[in-house]
């Protein structure tokens, strides 16, 4: 069983920061695409960020020089370091990876429960 679970979400002020963090558990053997998705009401799921095994990232351009991914390899985490948050970030934010399992297998696009960031005054 694996599981993606993600933390650090939460009500903020317009200007400031959160850092969201996605552990992965379970049978892994090694996790390739690591991202963060984010869905507000009555849109579409998009991409914020997404990060390779190799460290090269990638941003959507709403958030380019504000938000910061990162990941640490030996705790199968990924982080999202927001800052100068705007209304317009609020959604909830989900993390997704594609996880090679121990015992052979791929979950490609695997998703975590998602958690809520709120921007406002």
């Known amino acids: 069983q694996v599981q993606l679970v993600e933390s650090g979400g939460g009500l903020v002020q317009p200007g400031g920061s959160l850092r969201l963090s996605c552990g992965a558990s379970g049978s892994i053997l090694r996790i390739n695409f690591m ?14 960020a997404s990060i390779s095994s190799g460290g090269s990232t990638n941003y959507a351009d709403s958030v380019k020089g504000r938000f910061t991914i990162s990941r640490d390899n030996a705790r199968n985490t990924v982080y999202l370091q927001m800052s100068s948050l705007k209304p317009e970030d609020t959604a909830v934010y989900y993390c997704n990876a594609d996880i090679m399992r121990v015992g052979g297998g791929v979950l490609r696009g695997y998703w975590g429960q998602g958690t809520q960031v709120t921007v406002s005054s």
């Open 35 to 48: 991202g963060w998705y984010r869905q507000a009401p009555g849109m579409q799921r998009e991409l914020v």
